[in-house]
């Protein structure tokens, strides 16, 4: 079983950045695809960013394109978050995912919250 622990949530006020990191258990070559989700309250869980483990960025939601940069360290088993720009409309609870090709599983870390001041 896929474990991922992310860090990085909190409080800031508009204008500002976060970076979010999610430690994987399993090394990146078993996980083909890694990013970021968001949940705000009352809404469904939207895709933000998306990477391979091939270091190809092949998704940003049009919401974060400029703004946010998805990034990972193979060596630490680790993916990013850099948000900078921050609106409060990124307020959400922001999850990791990853997706293996081997067993065609997703797993989802436990949520960080980010909430954004205006």
């Known amino acids: 079983q896929v474990q991922l622990v992310e860090s990085g949530g909190g409080l800031v006020q508009a204008g500002g950045s976060l970076r979010l990191s999610c430690v994987s258990s399993?090394?990146?070559?078993?996980?083909?695809?890694l990013g970021w989700h968001r949940q705000a309250p009352g809404k469904e869980r939207e895709l933000v960013a998306r990477?391979?483990?091939?270091?190809?960025?092949?998704y940003y939601a049009n919401s974060v394109k400029g703004r946010f940069t998805i990034s990972r360290d193979s060596a630490k088993n680790t993916v990013y978050l850099q948000m900078n720009s921050l609106k409060p409309e990124d307020t959400a609870v922001y999850y990791c995912?990853?997706?293996?090709?081997?067993?065609?599983?997703?797993?989802w870390g436990q949520g960080a919250q980010v909430t954004v001041s205006s």
């Open positions: 995912w990853a997706h293996s090709m081997f067993n065609a599983r997703d797993y």
């Open positions: 399993e090394d990146h070559n078993s996980l083909h695809l």
């Open positions: 990477i391979s483990n091939s270091d190809i960025i092949n």
